[in-house]
């Protein structure tokens, strides 16, 4: 197997065989990452892909999934794509689901047909960096998708037969914005009805540009009573009408969280007070990582 420069994955894919279809992310532009600033983007050869499949096929006697890297690999071609999900289907029959990080755009740009055929070809599901409900903090980042964008691309997704998980991240409207982040944070988690809903929390790395902005004292990030302040506001707002599972245990969360809503909402809301009662439950700064 080759891969090229440092590789991310989602947690829930740890288990899984990493496949690089893309080198970094064609946007790679948002202020709070640092993840592909190493790499200049571009689109394998497909011939080394499939190289690479048939590789691991030799070396693993079982592959339960795969994940298709790097950062937003849904930007090829239905039909590059689909061509890499049939050797995958060949090559490992036993194979349960596929993965694969996607921006809203990427979605957006497939038409319903052609998000269905990959579903049928064994993409199961689609990771999207939503980060923030709000437009203002997204413009903030320079994110580059707004919110109506990626609630579009969640359902249309999910009507096709590809689920999502989708991530915010706690902290990234600073202390500014931080109660317009939780509420319409909480709001689109209620409006795009996504299989899964993840939080990660703000952790700085030098090599992104925001730790400019706090340095001039443009961006205030928050202490971990304020992010479990911050998420508790938005669990208040959060009322999806089909269940989703919910995850807040990441390694750079303060608190950790596992439920479904909006059937958990008010356990994990009591949790939530119980640390805001008693700081010793917040984890430790030395203990969070990315």
């Given amino acids: 197997m080759r891969y090229e420069g440092n590789i991310y994955r989602p947690p829930s894919e740890a288990y899984s065989l990493l496949v690089q279809v893309t080198i970094g992310c064609a946007y790679n532009k948002c202020t709070f990452c640092s993840m592909f600033k190493d790499k200049q983007f571009r689109v394998r050869d497909v011939k080394e892909v499939i190289e690479d499949l048939i590789e691991a096929r030799s070396i693993y006697s079982h ?11 849904m930007c090829l ?69 707004g919110r109506a964008d990626t609630v579009a691309a969640v359902h249309k997704a999910e009507e096709n037969g590809i689920r999502t998980s989708v991530t915010f991240i706690s902290g990234l409207g600073g202390r500014k914005l931080w109660r317009e982040h939780a509420i319409e944070t909480g709001e689109m988690i209620s409006e795009m009805d996504a299989s899964y809903v993840s939080l990660l929390t703000l952790m700085l790395d030098p090599s992104a540009s925001i730790t400019d902005e706090i340095a001039r004292g443009e961006f205030e990030v928050l202490s971990g009573e304020e992010v479990v302040e911050e998420t508790y506001l938005l669990l208040q707002h959060a009322n999806p009408k089909k269940s989703c599972v919910f995850r807040s245990n990441h390694a750079s969360n303060y608190v950790s969280l596992r439920g479904n809503l909006p059937e958990d909402r008010d356990m994990m809301l009591s949790q939530l007070e119980k640390v805001m009662k008693d700081r010793g439950m917040l984890k430790d700064e030395r203990f969070r990582m990315l």
């Avoid at 592959?63 to 690999?73: E, T």
Wanted: aromatic letters at 6%.
């Fill in 77 to 145: 071609s239905t039909d590059k794509l689909m061509f890499i999900m049939e050797n995958i289907k060949a090559l490992f029959p036993e194979l349960s689901r596929v993965g694969i990080y996607a921006r809203a755009q990427d979605i957006l740009r497939k038409s319903p047909e052609d998000l269905a055929r990959l579903a049928d070809a064994g993409l199961g599901i689609a990771y999207i960096g939503a980060e923030s409900g709000s437009d203002l903090v997204l413009e903030r980042v320079n994110k580059g998708a």
């Fill in 63 to 73: 592959v339960d999934k795969i994940f298709l890297c790097d950062g937003d690999a």
